[in-house]
């Protein structure tokens, strides 16, 4: 009992009970080798992340396994629709464009053509114009067209006709098969290639400018005397014994078609829709009235030069070059077209890339790119669009943008290199 008091005693006294504590522990840890005195720590866990940090590789690595190799959350065009399975896309839309370019129909001379989208409005008949989609995953068959005709009158690049007035019909139809590179929930990237087919067809009615072709067969008219008096004269110093019969041979041989067409300086305003070897066809049906007009210069220069001129051997000359002027007039009038019509197609080969970001559930922006042409069909043809887009549900959406195509054709009489451009508006439905 007085063990048990002192023992008490002993722990209530400071010194003598932390003497206590060290021992006990001691003793436990002589008891239990394997267990470390003092309280446990616990080690902060230490993420994978900080001990291997993420390098600019790693995440490329990581993007192109998750959006391109293997994505794990596709794009969904209809959401909760599985991104996998079968999807349809239709829109209808109407391109508000304009136009700039030349357009050359045959024989006619290239009409430049600068028309405001709201022109092109106002000379619209009637058009068609739509796009669709039908996807399978990953791959997907796209589909744009449209056809319009127009009417519309303006002025040729040429003063030998007062006006034209055109109907055009022109549309395209393309189709290619996209495959989706990128696929990510917040937008994809698709590459595609197919072919694009062009359709123009035109009618063309004109009017010639009867008093601009009156001014140049009278001009021509006027050349072709000069020349023909200077040659007699020449022919005349050489041999004054020459009587007007051998002089109006010899002035007729020099006034050969070929000559003709120099001294005309027809080329100058008939080169776009008459060539040099029309030209002769055209001065081989006025020979008659050539050779009246060398019989007129050889008898004026013969009387000229034994001094028996007189006012009636100069109106020989006139009257003669009168008849020649109305001539050239009448089949350069006869030789000018002014109903024209003709269509042509051609198919060219594209390939771009489109693709659509989605900013928010409702808010996307869309765009697309392609090149064709390479001399397939078109020299180049190249289309480019951008649009805003809305999601009203998620079945219905509407877009609106800005697209640009440009077409460099040349084949089958027709000369066409055009640029459209203007804004574009369209509501679809997706399921």
Known sequence: MAAQTSLATALHDPPIRFSAILASVALTAALHPGTQAGPEVTKPATSHALEQPHSFIDAIEGFARDTILYPNAPFELVPGKNPNGWSFTIEPYLWAMGVSGDVGVKELPPIHARLSPKKILQSLDWGLMGKGEVRNGRWGILGDGLFAQLSASGNLDNRLYNNVNITMQQGFASLAMAYRIIDDRRGFLDLYAGARYNYLGIKINTSVNNSRVDELSDTAATRIVAAATSRAKGYLASNPALLEDALASQVKSYLTESELVKLSKFPKDLDKIENPRQLRKLFAKVAPEVQGLARAVAAEQIALASNTSTDSTRRRVTNAQGKLSAALAEKVENALPTHLSGDVWWVDPIVGLRGQINFTRWLFLAAQGDVG???????????????????????????????????????GGLTYQVYDAGVFSGIGVKF
Request: aromatic fraction near 20%.
């Open 373 to 411: 042409g390479f001399g397939a069909g078109s020299q180049l043809a190249w289309n480019a669009q951008a649009s805003l887009g809305v999601n009203f549900t998620r079945n219905f959406f509407g877009e609106l943008g800005y697209r640009c195509m440009y077409t460099d054709y040349a084949g």
